[in-house]
């Protein structure tokens, strides 16, 4: 989910006032209404696929984290995640349903997901893509941050294989040029 527009017309607070928690459960925003504005969004987009791509390129994603910093990435969380404590993630028996069935579903082609620059994949969670690297067995990963916690995975992290669009990270990717104030 591209959250942009709300990104832009808001504004960040301090972890000082606004700590982190792990859990949104119960909050509201009026219980921060008195946190001071620390930084906002001056633009943001999507990273974008060519017309012949059904991914963002491993390329275009570390330009944009080289540039600005992380990056914002979606994917199908599978049922094992929520018990990850390190390793890393592959897609595997948890792969979500193929483009061509679920665009069969909604009557929409492939080349109009293209078009709207939207991934063709039921993507239900968001993370922030940190850098890439590889793993001590090779395998070419990207570090990302989950919103679970420091008690979760590695430190809050996890690794994902890097390259394969594994649970659909690299199909819906956005970039955000924050302001501090």
């Known amino acids: 989910m591209f959250n942009g527009y ?5 504004h960040l607070v301090s ?3 606004a700590p982190y928690r792990g859990t949104t459960h119960g909050d509201s925003c009026k219980q921060y209404k008195n ?13 974008s696929v060519s017309s012949t791509q059904t991914q963002i390129s491993q390329a275009t994603i570390m330009k944009e984290i080289l540039r600005n910093g992380p990056v914002v990435g979606e994917f199908k969380a ?6 990850y404590d390190g390793g890393v ?12 069935t679920t665009n069969k579903l909604l009557g929409i082609s492939d080349s109009e997901f293209v078009q709207l620059g939207i991934a063709n994949q039921n993507l239900d969670h968001s993370v922030m ?5 590889v793993s001590p067995q090779g395998m070419d990963v990207w570090i990302v941050r989950n ?8 430190k ?20 955000y040029e924050p302001v501090l104030l």
């Open 6 to 10: 709300f990104a832009e017309g808001a």
């Open 15 to 17: 972890e000082q006032c």
């Open 35 to 47: 946190c001071a504005p620390v930084a906002r969004v001056e633009s943001s987009k999507l990273l």
């Open 78 to 83: 599978p049922s094992k995640f929520r018990y």
């Open 89 to 100: 993630l592959t897609d595997g028996e948890d792969k979500p349903a193929s483009a061509e």
């Open 129 to 133: 893509i940190m850098g890439w690297g």
């Open 147 to 154: 919103t679970f916690g420091q008690n979760w995975g590695e």
């Open 156 to 175: 809050g992290d996890f690794y994902i294989r890097r390259g394969q669009n594994d649970f659909g990270i690299e199909s819906e990717v956005s970039a």
